[in-house]
């Protein structure tokens, strides 16, 4: 069941899907990210970046902005976790079942 009561089905994954999941949440960023937007409202570019510089005392704003531009934020599309519009940098979570399986895997880590 998901948080809103729903049954969902699973599809098979591939290894190679699920390698490309888990070498997207490889890094803390992009699991803050998935994080965030589990709270189940849109994120933008500067929400992140907040996100992250809050966390890390050592990064810089203008360097974590251009890593979750050119790397992070794309990489995790690319795998289908999330959305992001380059255009107006909102993110969001997808809502399927690989995503609810990574929640579960991301909060485990903690």
Known sequence: MTADDTTVVARPHSAEELDEVFDALAHRYRRAIIQ???????AT???????????????A?????????HNHLPRLAETDVITY???????????????RAILAAVHGSE
């Open 36 to 42: 965030r937007l589990e709270w189940g409202e849109p």
């Open 45 to 59: 570019l500067d929400d992140l970046v907040t996100l992250i510089t809050d966390r890390d005392d050592s990064a």
């Open 85 to 99: 519009d380059a255009e107006t940098h909102v993110t969001e979570l997808d809502d399927a079942v690989a995503e």
């Open 61 to 69: 704003a203008s360097d974590v902005r251009t890593a979750l531009v």
